[in-house]
């Protein structure tokens, strides 16, 4: 688990393919690795990622042709700079939100253009996550915990501040360019919940169900 708060900037050193999928080799720049042990994760542009091996300025790891296939690391060149965040400690400050480095899908940049001293960013979500994104609710963007300013349709407005341009990958992008998106793990199980074991069974949550259980008075429903 990630809270979304990017720690360092990375760079990737190599890319070595390997029977389909592929091998990394990212270099880690400011970030710390004196705590980091084979095995653990590092969120890579929001994915989360096994270390193998420890050369000493970075790290290895494997992306299977799954992630390939559904994040944008497969876009990633030689001299890519990428979002990093170790991953989450019982003493870690949630200074984000909860994030899994589980990627939910792609989207794009629209548009960006100075807001005062900030960004405001307008992205677009593939229509089948656009639903879990809401006004003043929590995204993430290549790693990075974001606050939703406003929704319309698919799209939605970020406001990108000084020191998140300056601290992360943000500062790099253009419309068109393509990020990897995790939707608020609590919208995804607000929807299991709503819908139970098949929304065809009404087994879910419903008004009646919250009245029976003291939820709601009887005026309110």
Request: a negative charge.
């Amino acid at each position: 688990m990630f809270t979304g708060i990017i720690q360092a900037v990375g760079e990737i050193a190599a890319l070595e393919p390997r029977g389909g999928d592929l091998r990394l080799r990212i270099h880690t720049g400011k970030l710390p690795l004196e705590d980091v042990a084979l095995g653990d994760s590092i969120a890579t542009n929001g994915v989360c990622l096994t270390v193998t091996d420890l050369p000493g300025d970075g790290f290895w790891a494997d992306v299977s042709v799954e992630t390939l296939n559904f994040t944008t690391l497969s876009q990633l060149s030689q001299g890519s700079r990428v979002n990093l965040e170790k991953a989450l400690t019982p003493e870690s400050r949630l200074g984000g939100h909860i994030v899994s480095g589980h990627v939910d899908g792609v989207g794009e940049i629209v548009s960006l253009q100075e807001d005062a001293r900030s960004w405001r960013f307008v992205l677009r979500a593939p229509d089948e996550l656009a639903k879990y994104i809401a006004h003043k609710g929590s995204i993430c963007i290549d790693g990075t915990s974001l606050t939703v300013n406003a929704v319309n349709g698919a799209e939605f407005d970020l406001n990108i501040i000084p020191q998140t341009m300056a601290e992360t990958v943000f500062g790099e992008y253009r419309p068109g360019s393509r990020v990897n998106l995790e939707v608020d793990v609590i919208a995804r199980y607000l929807e299991r919940l709503v819908l139970g074991s098949g929304a065809a069974a009404g087994d879910g949550l419903s008004l009646q169900t919250l009245a029976d259980n003291g939820y709601l008075s009887p005026a309110d429903h």
